[in-house]
């Protein structure tokens, strides 16, 4: 059965402060215009938590930018993040098949994993382009989570999932004043999440689900891509913030050294090979490479999404390219 505490949040930022010398603690704050992770200072912003979509997805603390694979690194140590989104967490389904493999699993991503506590967070509110249901979603976290937490009225409610969940709350437990969650806020944090639930229904009513959207696109002509195409610059910030997106380099330096660098399909010459061939040469083919690999390709190799409806890519795309706006043409014209 899952460990429920209630706690203050003030209390509860006393104890991320004590522990936060055994560990690294990133929490969400405000960073401007938007929400992101940062090392937690109690002399520092307040935590928004239960706000949708930090910048930062949570691959990058388990696959960073740029990563020697060969000589032993400490890189993260030992961590917890607070405040991640259902999005991200279900992400992690993709990413830990790919690099959790039972033949060949990737050591560096099993370490950043095992050192990582991560404790999700209800979307008390949705963002223009989150579309998470539409792809069987839960916007209230329930898979791949430590523990989950929901603010409200200055108490935060806080339930272990995991073996790694319950030993955080049973060290909270012992050093502050705990109880178990009022019926009040119980009752609150249902209302709201029955809001949100409708909500984002409502906002993505035009959106095709996961499967249809991989058989419009896999019937697709070029023409489409084409259009769409005109205004990508080819930056590969989609890519780039994107909770499942994985391809990297691997860049040989001296005295046999590996370094991992992680890429973007939407990069020229992305698949350029010797000679200059490339099948990508054009940018409309590097563009549907994108939506064949999340919608076409991945579902052929893998069980989990390789699109958890997060919205990112729309979010930081310069062209102005919507994703969902593509989806939902190609769902009117079929």
Known sequence: MDSVIQISESNWHLFLQKIS??????????????????????DGPEPEYNHPLPVTPLKLFFLPVKENVVIHEEIHNKNLIIGIPACDLKGLEL??????????????YRENRNNTILIGSECHDILENCHCMTYGVNPCPDVNA???????????????????GKELINKCKTEFPVSGPASELLELAEA?????LERLVNQ?????????????ISRSDEAIWMKHARTCVSCGACAAICPTCTCFLLIDRPDFEKVRQLDACQYPGFERIAAGEDPLHGKPDRFRNRYMCKYVWKPEKFKALACTGCGRCIDCCIGNISKNKILAELSESS
């Open 204 to 216: 993505n009513r035009y959106l095709p689900d996961y499967t249809s959207s991989g058989e419009l």
């Open 146 to 164: 430590d523990a989950t937490l929901v603010a409200m009225d200055g108490e935060l409610i806080i339930t272990a999932k995991t073996s790694k």
């Open 95 to 108: 990413l830990d098949e790919i690099y959790l493999d039972d033949k060949f699993p990737d050591p560096k």
């Open 21 to 42: 010398q055994e560990m690294n603690v990133y929490v969400p704050v405000k960073d401007h215009m938007h929400i992101d992770y940062k090392h937690f200072d109690p």
């Open 192 to 196: 709201r999440r029955s809001a949100v």
